[in-house]
């Protein structure tokens, strides 16, 4: 295993061949030798140099699970289902909001700070949508808070609320980041996992009824000790909605603990299929919650802008306060263009026709609906039985009926999760060099305990061109045609 003082290095490496765009003339080999290149130089510059990270970060400087199958994927030409941000530019509406931001001309006023709380026009926006969605009044100078990123508005509130001991409960599987920032906030994830259905593994079903939460189990978890419990809403990686019964269910619980606030991540709130029977519906929405409810949102994953870096928290004032107060001494504000053309592109968004449809809303989520039928049409073929999301863009596939693969656990690498390699870290390895497409390991998502429960799934990503999910089609069906 690589020594910890060489991680960073390997970390930054891959995340610059993440990004790297694809016209760049640039082979694989060359790739993969500029990364050993970096963590040569790295291992002589620590040769000199005595140096240890702060006691916060423990855990959080080895690779993760996005260093590892980003470079493998490139090293073996694989398609790459995994990584979770579109691959294509913003609608041309919002590329040109951008322009109109930044042109003195237009007076918008935008190339400045802005105020720590917000970009006043982007807080009136949003102020007017969530009274119309939460059927009250938002005042946009006191509930609203923009951040750098869902991720940024998220620590920013962790920050603000979490004492060094206090437990933060977590709903697995849960996005890696967000055991992170825990830690970083000096609280304690606690752990609540999904539990799987026990079904015929073979009948496809949705992600809202595969993936139960157990309240009773729930019920156990909270103690006095509890300050936070982070809801994520349309889920990652799952897909599953939180139905009205279950945040019923949370609200009813959390009577007998005032002291607990919802942080709810609701980034794939305008990714959703069918809103008659399993619609979206925010936390902060159900009877008891309001007043302990911080919702989180952005706008990379609706405008297909991930690099813009827009985030938002909307919620009673003693609540956003837990953001603005940290961000004005961190980052101060978001960048006052990006705020500004999210601004323009939410009203046209939401009033104005798009692609034949009647607002870009309804356009995407008819899209991204296309684009899982693909993706599920492919998985089929190579004998994996989709979850069906009913939201977001992620699909989890059960593979536990592919088992003529190489799967030796003591071989692990410095991002798996345990001491010894789970089966899906082990499958995903062996797609991506001997079938040529990625995808990511869930038990990336699972506290070790709980890792067991990911052993028979994948997290695959349709936020791809057509091209790309049919090149992964093509591949998937002519390697396992020819094995069954």
Same mark, same amino acid.
């Given at each position: 295993?690589?020594?910890?003082?060489?991680?960073? $290095?390997?970390?930054?490496?891959?995340?610059?061949?993440?990004?790297?765009?694809?016209?760049?003339?640039?082979?694989?080999?060359?790739?993969?030798? #500029?990364?050993?290149?970096?963590?040569?130089?790295?291992?002589?510059?620590?040769?000199?140099?005595?140096?240890?990270?702060?006691?916060? *970060?423990?855990?959080?400087?080895?690779?993760?699970?996005? +260093?590892?199958?980003?470079?493998?994927?490139?090293?073996?030409? $694989?398609?790459?289902?995994?990584?979770?941000?579109?691959?294509?530019?913003?609608?041309?509406?919002?590329?040109?909001?951008?322009?109109?931001?930044?042109?003195?001309?237009?007076?918008?006023?935008?190339?400045?700070? $802005?105020?720590? %709380?917000?970009?006043?026009p982007l807080a009136q926006v949003l102020a007017e949508d969530y009274s119309q969605r939460f059927g009250r009044d938002i005042n946009p100078e006191t509930q609203i808070a923009t951040a750098v990123g869902c991720t940024n508005a998220l620590y920013c509130s962790l920050q603000g609320l979490v004492n060094p001991g206090d437990e933060v409960l977590l709903l697995e599987p849960a996005f890696d980041i967000y055991m992170s920032s825990v830690q970083m906030a000096g609280g304690v994830p606690v752990y609540c996992p999904l539990r799987p259905s026990t079904d015929d593994e073979s009948t496809m079903k949705s992600a809202s009824l595969h993936f139960t939460?157990?309240?009773?189990?729930?019920?156990?978890?909270?103690?006095?000790?509890?300050?936070?419990?982070?809801?994520?809403?349309? +889920?990652?990686?799952?897909?599953?909605?939180?139905?009205?019964?279950?945040?019923?269910?949370?609200?009813?619980?959390?009577?007998? %603990?005032?002291?607990?606030?919802?942080?709810?991540?609701?980034?794939?709130? +305008?990714?959703?299929?069918?809103?008659?029977?399993?619609?979206?519906?925010?936390?902060?929405?159900? =009877?008891?919650?309001?007043?302990?409810? *911080?919702?989180?949102?952005?706008?990379?994953?609706?405008?297909?802008?991930?690099?813009?870096?827009?985030?938002? $928290?909307?919620?009673?004032?003693?609540?956003?306060?837990? *953001?603005?107060?940290?961000?004005?001494?961190?980052?101060?504000?978001?960048?006052?263009?990006?705020?500004?053309?999210?601004?323009?592109?939410?009203?046209?968004?939401?009033?104005?026709?798009?692609?034949?449809?009647?607002?870009?809303?309804?356009?995407?989520?008819? =899209?991204?609906?296309?684009? #899982?039928?693909?993706?599920?049409?492919?998985?089929?073929?190579?004998?994996?039985?989709?979850?069906?999301?009913?939201?977001?863009?992620?699909?989890?596939?059960?593979?536990?009926?592919?088992?003529?693969?190489? %799967?030796?656990?003591?071989?692990?690498t410095p991002a798996t999760p345990t001491s010894t390699m789970p089966r899906d870290w082990a499958l995903s390895r062996w797609l991506t060099q001997t079938v040529g497409v990625t995808a990511i390991p869930p038990s990336a998502f699972y506290s070790e305990p709980n890792v067991p429960l990911a052993k028979n799934l994948l997290r695959?990503?349709?936020?791809?061109?057509?091209?790309?999910?049919?090149?992964?089609?093509?591949?998937?069906?002519?390697?396992?045609?020819?094995?069954?």
């Open positions: 295993m690589l020594p910890t003082v060489l991680y960073s $290095a390997f970390a930054s490496s891959c995340v610059m061949m993440m990004w790297l765009p694809s016209s760049r003339a640039f082979s694989r080999r060359e790739a993969i030798g #500029r990364i050993r290149s970096r963590l040569f130089q790295s291992s002589s510059s620590s040769s000199v140099n005595s140096f240890s990270l702060a006691s916060r *970060l423990d855990g959080l400087d080895k690779p993760t699970v996005w +260093h590892e199958f980003t470079p493998l994927a490139i090293e073996h030409n $694989a398609v790459n289902l995994g990584q979770g941000f579109p691959d294509w530019d913003p609608p041309a509406f919002a590329v040109e909001a951008m322009r109109r931001a930044t042109d003195p001309s237009l007076g918008r006023h935008a190339n400045q700070y $802005a105020r720590s %709380y917000a970009h006043l939460l157990d309240l009773d189990e729930l019920e156990a978890k909270l103690t006095s000790k509890t300050k936070v419990l982070l809801l994520n809403t349309p +889920h990652n990686p799952t897909g599953k909605m939180f139905s009205r019964t279950e945040l019923e269910g949370i609200s009813k619980l959390l009577e007998k %603990y005032p002291h607990v606030t919802v942080l709810s991540d609701e980034v794939y709130e +305008h990714i959703v299929f069918d809103t008659e029977t399993e619609p979206h519906i925010s936390p902060a929405t159900i =009877d008891g919650l309001w007043e302990k409810t *911080l919702t989180l949102s952005s706008s990379g994953k609706t405008f297909s802008c991930t690099g813009w870096k827009v985030g938002w $928290a909307v919620g009673p004032p003693h609540l956003v306060k837990a *953001l603005s107060a940290v961000q004005q001494w961190v980052n101060f504000s978001a960048p006052t263009p990006n705020q500004d053309a999210i601004a323009q592109s939410l009203l046209i968004a939401k009033q104005e026709a798009y692609e034949g449809y009647p607002s870009f809303y309804d356009y995407l989520a008819a =899209d991204y609906k296309r684009k #899982r039928g693909l993706l599920t049409d492919a998985l089929q073929s190579a004998g994996m039985t989709p979850v069906i999301p009913p939201g977001g863009f992620f699909i989890m596939a059960d593979t536990s009926h592919i088992s003529d693969f190489d %799967y030796d656990p003591t071989q692990v695959f990503a349709f936020c791809k061109g057509d091209d790309t999910i049919l090149e992964a089609h093509k591949r998937l069906e002519a390697y396992f045609g020819k094995t069954s």
